[in-house]
């Protein structure tokens, strides 16, 4: 059978982050009854979608999944059972922040199959947790993160971000050596995004807050990316190091092209080579708002969307995989964009895999722009 992936969306909030420009409520506290129902009847309607797929993984993301009550989770994650089929190695992951989660809550998590927990950190600085409105302090990070491994879980990951305003290379590095004494099988290491119409962006421009220059952010994920993998990390994607054998498997596999199915509001889909998504709007979703079709796949659009994704991967391209996939040699199909990418020092080529170079990774972006 093939392999699908479902993400559950949980917009739901106790506060929202000033630099968040996700689907996410903290005010509609409300209406989780309602969706909960909702979502349970989007899965049930969706059944016949998955009938030649075994779900490999499943993931609650945020919104903060661990603020509604757990038997809500539970009662989304007994829904999925009772009409897909599930693998027995699923991967099942859900986001917490702490400030939200309980003993209790984790234990009901654990004891019914999430077998993975992601965590949001973002600094080990109380202070910049603070500038940036996070509800927590690293000190209930550390709880959470205790509580966690006392319930049972063997796979956790920390999220940290690099780029804030304020933060210093030694406010990262503080971070990461508080973060590796827990020894987490994951680290997920993201720049700060300004997005537009965000609090962060309206403090930004009034001058309360002033970000890092390029060199010192190019520094502050160096210096991360170093210190990991001198610990025995993998650096396998742009954002991300494990422990070998702990790789998110739900992210490889959209990076990899595999499907997947999204169920809540603004929650996106992939399958038989089409992209769509729920409505952004609760209320509208709430209504039975039909699906927004954002894209019908061809195979030269299959193709591009396959490099831009596989650049992502530290390792990068199997030249192999992509033949495998397309009947096609991808430096055939892209000889072109290969050709000025590789002159630019931007990717290597060896006998079996296209990737980005030191300064490929630097300048990520540019070399993702070549496959859109």
């Known amino acids: 059978m093939k392999e699908l992936g479902i993400y559950v969306h949980i917009p739901f909030c106790k506060k929202k982050c000033l630099y968040c420009d996700f689907i996410s409520y903290s005010d509609k506290k409300n209406?989780?009854?309602?969706?909960?129902?909702?979502?349970?009847?989007?899965?049930?309607?969706?059944?016949?979608?998955?009938?030649?797929?075994?779900?490999?993984?499943?993931?609650?993301?945020?919104?903060?999944?661990?603020?509604?009550?757990?038997?809500?989770?539970?009662?989304?994650?007994?829904?999925?059972?009772?009409?897909?089929?599930?693998?027995?190695?699923?991967?099942?992951?859900?986001?917490?922040?702490?400030?939200?989660?309980?003993?209790?809550?984790?234990?009901?998590y654990y004891e019914n199959k999430i077998n993975r927990i992601s965590i949001g950190l973002q600094s080990c600085n109380n202070n910049l947790l603070k500038m940036i409105g996070r509800i927590h302090t690293y000190e209930q990070f550390l709880e959470t993160y205790n509580l966690a491994r006392k319930v049972g879980f063997k796979n956790i990951n920390v999220d940290l971000m690099i780029g804030l305003p304020n933060q210093t290379l030694e406010d990262v590095k503080k971070s990461l050596e508080k973060i590796i004494a827990l020894k987490p099988e994951h680290i997920s290491v993201y720049s700060l995004i300004v997005e537009?119409?965000?609090?962060?962006?309206?403090?930004?421009?009034?001058?309360?807050?002033?970000?890092?220059?390029?060199?010192?952010?190019?520094?502050?994920?160096?210096?991360?990316?170093?210190?990991?993998?001198?610990?025995?990390?993998?650096?396998?994607?742009?954002?991300?190091?494990?422990?070998?054998?702990?790789?998110?498997?739900?992210n490889l596999?959209?990076?990899?092209?595999?499907?997947?199915?999204?169920?809540?509001?603004?929650?996106?889909?992939?399958?038989?080579g089409i992209r769509y998504s729920n409505t952004e709007n609760i209320e509208q979703y709430l209504k039975n708002a039909k699906y927004i079709i954002h894209e019908v796949q061809t195979t030269n659009t299959q193709k591009k969307e396959y490099m831009l994704l596989g650049l992502r991967k530290i390792d990068g391209i199997?030249?192999?995989?992509?033949?495998?996939?397309?009947?096609?040699?991808?430096?055939?199909?892209?000889k072109d964009k290969l050709n000025k990418l590789s002159k630019e020092k931007l990717i290597e080529i060896d006998l079996d895999n296209i990737k980005l170079t030191k300064k490929g990774i630097d300048l990520a972006n540019i070399v993702w722009e070549e496959f859109v």
């Not at 962060?200 to 421009?205: C, G, R, V, Y």
């Not at 502050?220 to 954002?239: N, P």
């Not at 199997?318 to 892209?334: A, Q, R, T, V, W």
């Open 196 to 250: 537009e119409g965000t609090p962060i962006e309206e403090q930004i421009e009034k001058g309360n807050l002033k970000l890092p220059n390029e060199e010192l952010e190019r520094q502050e994920y160096w210096t991360v990316k170093k210190f990991l993998e001198g610990l025995g990390y993998k650096h396998y994607e742009i954002s991300n190091f494990a422990i070998k054998g702990y790789e998110s498997k739900h």
């Open 318 to 334: 199997k030249i192999s995989k992509f033949k495998n996939k397309f009947g096609i040699n991808p430096i055939i199909e892209f």
């Open 253 to 272: 596999n959209c990076w990899e092209q595999k499907e997947y199915l999204g169920f809540g509001v603004s929650a996106h889909s992939y399958i038989n």
């Open 31 to 108: 209406l989780i009854e309602k969706y909960i129902k909702k979502v349970e009847m989007e899965i049930e309607n969706n059944k016949n979608n998955a009938k030649e797929y075994e779900i490999s993984t499943i993931y609650f993301g945020g919104g903060t999944p661990s603020y509604i009550k757990s038997d809500d989770i539970v009662k989304i994650l007994n829904t999925i059972e009772s009409n897909y089929i599930i693998s027995e190695d699923a991967e099942i992951t859900i986001e917490v922040n702490p400030g939200t989660v309980t003993k209790e809550k984790l234990k009901n």
